[in-house]
Structure formats: structure tokens, C-alpha cells
């Protein structure tokens, strides 16, 4: 928009936990606007959660997306004829936007039976500092710290 910036929209907090970070997330997960749908698979992980961890399944949850949260990410930047990957550091939102979408697509991509599991299991092996959303973030550092030399180029 070349006038102005567009308004923040505010987000409700979900009725089961009340909390604003599980209504993102859920409408991250949300496909083709069933969002009821989406309500369903998300608290039946976190039931599945609840059972085979001792602690609240919501803490888990959060602590589970604090560790794929990335701090640094790589852009790309053409520069004299060659394409060099230049680390910089991520806003506050879209590191969240980044981990729930990334936690989000492992999940899907594992081979258990209903989405429900998947991400529950993902939702596990993300706390325990595991899993191919975990696995991502580590990756996403590892490139940004080989080309921590490009990282004067930034823009």
C-alpha cells in the first residue's frame, strides 16, 4: 500500500484455553476456512499430548514452539553478478509465523494415522528438541552462520 499501513487486525483469543497464541496457530492449520475442523484436530493433540507427557499439554505446546523458533534467517541478495546468501535477523511476528507454519508442514508430513497425531507427535519431538521442524531451525542457523561474512551486504 503506497498511503498507509493496513490496520493489525486483532485476533480472539481461543475458547478452550483463552489464549491468542493457539488461535493463530489454528488458523495456520485451518484449510479451505473450516476452522471448526481445525479447532478439533489441534485440541485432540493436545489431549494426545497431555496423556503421554506428565506436564500441561499447553506449556508443552509453547515450549515446543519456542524451540523451532528461528532467530536468524538467510535472504538472498544478487550482488556484482553472484547470488550471495545474506543472514539477517527475523521480526518478532513473522518468527512466530515461521515456526507455527514450519512445525504445521512436518507434521503433515509424517506417516501416522489422523492429522491429530501427527501433530501431536510433532508437537513432542519439538520439546524434545527433535523432529523435522527442530531439524529445520538448526539448519536455517547453520546456513546463516557459514555465510556470516556476507552479512555486511545487508539491506
Do not use: C, W
Request: charged fraction near 35%.
Amino acid at each position: 500500500m503506497r498511503k498507509s499501513k493496513p490496520k493489525k487486525r486483532i485476533i480472539l483469543p481461543d475458547p478452550k484455553y483463552n489464549d491468542v497464541l493457539v488461535t493463530k496457530f489454528i488458523n495456520n492449520l485451518m484449510l479451505k476456512g473450516k476452522k471448526n475442523v481445525a479447532f478439533k484436530i489441534f485440541y485432540d493433540a493436545l489431549d494426545v499430548v497431555g496423556q503421554k507427557s506428565e506436564e500441561n499439554a499447553l506449556d508443552v505446546f509453547k515450549k515446543a514452539l519456542s524451540n523451532v523458533t528461528p532467530q536468524v534467517e538467510v535472504k538472498s541478495r544478487r550482488i556484482g553478478g553472484a547470488t550471495f546468501q545474506i543472514p539477517s535477523e527475523i521480526r518478532p511476528e513473522r518468527k512466530m509465523s515461521y515456526a507455527m507454519k514450519n512445525m504445521i508442514l512436518f507434521a503433515r508430513k509424517r506417516n501416522e494415522k489422523s492429522m491429530s497425531n501427527k501433530l501431536a507427535g510433532e508437537i513432542l519431538s519439538a520439546y524434545k528438541e527433535e523432529g523435522g521442524a527442530f531439524k529445520k531451525k538448526e539448519d536455517t542457523h547453520r546456513m546463516a552462520e557459514a555465510n556470516k561474512a556476507f552479512s555486511h551486504f545487508r539491506f
